[in-house]
């Protein structure tokens, strides 16, 4: 299985990445990227297979718009043959042109799904238009299936990659850090800026989005104080601590 076999060209157990890294051997696309995603909290990026995919996942992050935010809202498969559709161009007015920037002309986003659990979405991406035909489609939702299990499994381990290979997947400590981080970030600038938690986590998005940064990244600053935000700065602004 094309899966297992990526394991074993890690030399680690099969993880979510092994997954991303089959799904782009088997499918006729040029990438993929997996995030955790929830009810109650932002996406997080767990893995991808290139810089594109990463772009793409950090974007709807960011953003909070695109097939893999639809996917988990709707419980179902997002397929955009072509990015460039006048519907597309209208329905996701910021991501649909900032993924087009970063290299990607059609993207498959696959819920991953088991009961009433859903821990996250699978995306895929193509540098032409694309359409996935009937047996395509159903290894797509397969790689999904087992990315679930995986995520799903408390024995999935952290992996590392080479320097000059995939992004590696994270594991759930560094999940839950990442999110942590983010939560602290948006909770200072709650005091900072004397909004709800809601608008302070839109402040930080609209921020990262507006200077081309990772989430992570600015909110890392935030909580190591090395950004302020004002409440009389435009929303996509904020002040470097001297």
Not at 231 to 240: S, V, Y
Request: proline share 5%; net charge negative; glycine share 8%.
């Amino acid at each position: 299985m094309l899966v297992a076999e990526q394991a074993v060209r890690r030399g680690a157990r099969v993880s979510v990445v092994d997954v991303c890294t089959a799904a782009v051997a088997a499918l006729p696309v040029g990438g993929a990227g997996l995030s955790a995603m929830s009810k109650t909290a932002a996406s997080h990026p767990l893995c991808s297979t290139d810089d594109i995919s990463e772009q793409l996942e950090e974007l709807q992050l960011t953003l909070g718009e695109g097939p893999c935010v639809d996917a988990f809202v709707r419980g179902s498969a997002v397929l955009t043959p072509d990015l460039l559709s006048a519907e597309l161009q209208d329905h996701w007015t910021v991501f649909a042109d900032a993924a087009l920037e970063a290299g990607a002309r059609a993207v498959f986003s696959l819920p991953l799904q088991k009961g009433a659990i859903s821990p996250g979405v699978l995306d895929l991406y193509a540098n032409i238009p694309t359409v996935l035909n009937t047996e395509e489609l159903a290894d797509a939702l397969a790689f999904a299936d087992l990315a679930t299990l995986l995520l799903l499994d408390t024995r999935i381990d952290e992996t590392g990659a080479p320097p000059d290979g995939p992004m590696p997947d994270r594991g759930f400590e560094d999940l839950g850090a990442y999110r942590a981080e983010i939560d602290q970030a948006s909770g200072m600038l709650t005091a900072q800026l004397g909004v709800g938690i809601e608008e302070a986590f839109v402040r930080l998005r609209a921020y990262a989005y507006a200077q081309g940064r990772r989430l992570a990244d600015v909110a890392a600053d935030v909580v190591a104080r090395r950004l302020r935000f004002s409440p009389d700065t435009e929303p996509d602004q904020a002040e470097e601590e001297t």
